[in-house]
T-cell receptor, first 111, second 115 residues
């Protein structure tokens, strides 16, 4: 079965600093990978998705992720953190009948 | 532009009570699903449906029932609530079950506490 692992349950950065949230996947076939963001007391909102068209994927709010097959990784980055980026982020891998999520990474942005 | 709508937003139940969590989508999506979110565990699939009249179990189905009589609605039933079912429940949908390259759209969740 496909799965994802998010490294680091909490990440703290200063405003303006680089954001790097790590996700590694396990899949025997080319995966469909997603990053979602969850703000407090809300549902999950799609940030970006990888569906094999391009290895560097750009999403909303200035986020992007790079698919690296050799490292089985799909890390999420943003060059300059903003206070509004504080949220929980989930990496997910999609199957025909299921979407498997990582445990989530809570991002804190310090002023 | 409602998307996926879940009701209620909050609910407190006593052990042994039953209730139904409602989910409706207005995007004509064939695939709908229910997840529970627990701290440190991400989201886990409870049940899913690939179309009206078709449902199947996910990763954690015990204690929950579903039905899908229309494309729009996918209610989740707790027959006899247990404290272990205290969680945040999310309903989601996507265009088709087989389109795994498509994202799922999520509702805002139902926060359920079982005393």
């Amino acid at each position: 079965a496909q799965s994802v692992t998010q490294l680091g349950s909490h990440v703290s950065v200063s405003e303006g600093a680089l954001v790097l949230l790590r996700c590694n996947y396990s899949s025997s076939v080319p995966p469909y990978l997603f990053w979602y963001v969850q703000y407090p007391n809300q549902g999950l909102q799609l940030l970006l998705k990888y569906t094999s068209a391009a290895t560097l994927v750009k999403g909303i709010n200035g986020f992007e992720a790079e698919f690296k097959k050799s490292e089985t990784s799909f890390h999420l980055t943003k060059p300059s953190a903003h206070m509004s980026d504080a949220a929980e982020y989930f990496c997910a891998v999609s199957d025909v009948h299921d979407m498997r999520f990582g445990a989530g990474t809570r991002l804190t942005v310090k002023p | 532009n409602a998307g996926v709508t879940q009701t209620p937003k909050f609910q407190v139940l006593k052990t042994g009570q039953s209730m139904t969590l409602q989910c409706a989508q207005d995007m004509n999506h064939e695939y709908m699903s229910w997840y529970r979110q627990d701290p440190g565990m991400g989201l886990r699939l409870i049940h899913y449906s690939v179309g009206a009249g078709i449902t199947d179990q996910g990763e954690v189905p015990n204690g929950y029932n579903v039905s899908r009589s229309t494309t729009e609605d996918f209610p989740l039933r707790l027959l006899s609530a247990a404290p272990s079912q205290t969680s945040v429940y999310f309903c989601a949908s996507r265009i088709k079950g087989g389109d795994s390259n498509q994202p799922q759209h999520f509702g805002d969740g139902t926060r359920l506490s079982i005393l």
